[in-house]
């Protein structure tokens, strides 16, 4: 029986001049440290260290005769392969900065490392350094012609810098390699809407189909439909959306959208006039907020508020909605009039997302003949 050798471990390692590095990448006025070589060095050594420090293993800067050189020695596998995955792992933390030197210490060992490329030009992209993302994701490409997520980040980043000829051609080079590509489809048809939102639904369609849980390609289906003036296809999307992240910003937009419905059909469902039902539900709710008192008012209009972040259905009479603080069963439309009286107490010059300033006057002189009625 022999002796258990491990695997002898080739570091990762890799040299520049010392003059190529980036100095605005250091906490340290670049001006500074031209003019101190010493300070310069250990800056750029402390730089390097930070970035390999939290991978275990032991890594190694020198900086001598104007030549930095970098040997990371992991404690098992695949050296490259760690890094580059730590890195991505940063980028998904959203800690561009750390992962940023990892990606070009892979490229400064091997220039054709595509994953690196990719990474990095997405990387730049997001933080709007489109024309390095750009050179940086072609690059990628010329090494790698045949990845289609490659070529929907160029497209992405081509759109951003507003060359638009360029992006379509890219995001048409990654659905020609991959007709599934929901992100490619997705953004393809962003680019189509606002020329022709005729031409963007099949793409849209397509998207929303392929990632049924991605928030932004179900309201980005809602909107194009909107656009289409197809409303009644499009609001389903817009519940969908907001079920998705109730939290989210794109939420936010699909309640507003939801609002601007509710209050065209409203209109419509009166002839462009003043609802009755409405007004007797604004009535309903001066009535009972003044019976209960300005604190429990404030309680149901909250609660009411907060039951209709996902919108309510204001255009069925059906009594389908319940609260806590208040018994009975009441109607969207009733709960939207309540909500209305208590927020024009509360706070009269905000927007509640529904115009019912005709009923509630109406409703207010309707009291006021109520409680003063004409003398005889």
């Known amino acids: 029986m022999g002796f258990f050798e491990p695997p002898i471990m080739t570091p990762f390692s890799f040299q520049f001049p010392l003059a190529d590095f980036d100095l605005t990448r250091l906490p ?22 930070d970035s390999f420090q939290n991978l275990g293993g032991s890594a190694t800067v020198l900086v001598r005769d104007g030549v930095v050189s970098v040997a990371w020695q992991p404690e098992s596998g695949d050296a490259s392969a760690q890094l580059l995955q730590h890195a991505i792992d940063l980028l998904r933390q959203g800690n561009a900065s750390s992962a940023e030197p990892i990606l070009r210490a892979l490229l400064a060992q091997d220039s054709r490392n595509s994953d690196a490329l990719y990474n990095l030009g997405m990387m730049l992209s997001d933080q709007d350094r489109l024309a390095e993302a750009v050179e940086t994701l072609q690059e990628s490409l010329h090494f790698h012609p045949a990845h ?4 929907t980040a160029l497209g992405v980043a081509q759109a951003r810098r507003n060359a638009i000829p360029e992006a379509m051609k890219a995001l048409e080079r990654a659905i020609e390699i991959d007709p599934s590509n929901a992100h490619a489809l997705r953004n393809l048809a962003a680019i189509h809407v606002k020329e022709s939102p005729s031409r963007a639904l099949p793409f849209m369609q397509e998207a929303a189909r392929l990632l049924p849980s991605d928030q932004r390609s179900q309201y980005g289906l809602a909107q194009c439909l909107l656009d289409l003036d197809r409303v009644d296809e499009a609001d389903p999307l817009l519940v969908t959306t907001i079920s998705l992240d109730p939290l989210s910003e794109i939420a936010e937009l699909a309640r507003t959208d939801r609002s601007r419905i509710a209050q065209a059909n409203l209109r419509s469902n009166a002839g462009g006039g003043i609802r009755p039902d409405a007004v007797f539900f604004c009535l309903d709710a001066m009535q009972r907020f003044h019976a209960l008192g300005e604190e429990q008012a404030k309680a149901i209009t909250f609660e009411v508020a907060m039951l209709g972040r996902s919108g309510f259905d204001i255009n069925s009479p059906d009594k389908k909605y319940t609260l806590k603080s208040l018994p009975g069963h009441f109607s969207g439309l009733h709960l939207v009039s309540m909500m209305y009286v208590g ?8 927007d509640v997302g529904i115009d019912l300033s005709k009923e509630y006057a109406e409703a207010k002189a309707l009291l006021s003949d109520q409680t003063n009625p004409p003398k005889i």
């Open 148 to 151: 289609t997520e490659g070529w």
């Open 28 to 49: 340290v006025d670049p001006a500074l440290l031209r003019d101190n070589a010493s300070m310069l060095a250990s800056a750029v050594q402390e730089f390097y260290r």
């Open 343 to 350: 927020m024009k107490s509360m706070a009269p010059t905000a």
